[in-house]
Nanobody, 124 residues
Framework: QLPLVESGGGLVQPGGSLRLSCAISGFSLNDYGIGWFRQAPGKGRERVSCITESAGITHYADSVKGRFTISRDNAKNMVYLQMNSLKPEDTAVYYC?????????????????WGQGTQVIVSS
């Protein structure tokens, strides 16, 4: 079983919302920085958001700033990505990833653990 499992993807109309979840097993979330990435067909992988270990500092790509919110629940070992005001260009497979080579204030630049991805389609 993968240590990270995403869920919550689906089909949504433009302007709608989805909340993605990343369930983590086998390690303590508090010790790892978590990133949410996406990859659209024919495009490279893009990091849309990340949250640092322990301090929980968040970062966002300019393309999603103000619309997406990353959060973590250390007690449940879960990380979430709330996506609001979705646009067709947000259509992609979304992945969560974890690594402990970041720090209290910085997100990791490389990620050792990846989930299998969840598809998000924004279309009318």
């Amino acid at each position: 079983q993968l240590p990270l499992v995403e869920s919550g993807g689906g089909l949504v109309q433009p302007g709608g919302s989805l909340r993605l979840s990343c369930a983590i097993s086998g390690f303590s979330l508090n010790d790892y920085g978590i990133g949410w990435f996406r990859q659209a067909p024919g495009k490279g992988r893009e990091r849309v958001s990340c949250i640092t270990e322990s301090a929980g500092i968040t970062h966002y790509a300019d393309s999603v700033k103000g619309r997406f919110t990353i959060s973590r629940d250390n007690a449940k070992n879960m990380v979430y990505l709330q996506m609001n005001s979705l646009k067709p260009e947000d259509t992609a497979v979304y992945y969560c990833a974890a690594d402990r080579r970041g720090g209290r204030y910085l997100c990791p630049t490389e990620y050792a653990y990846w989930g299998q991805g969840t598809q998000v389609i924004v279309s009318s």
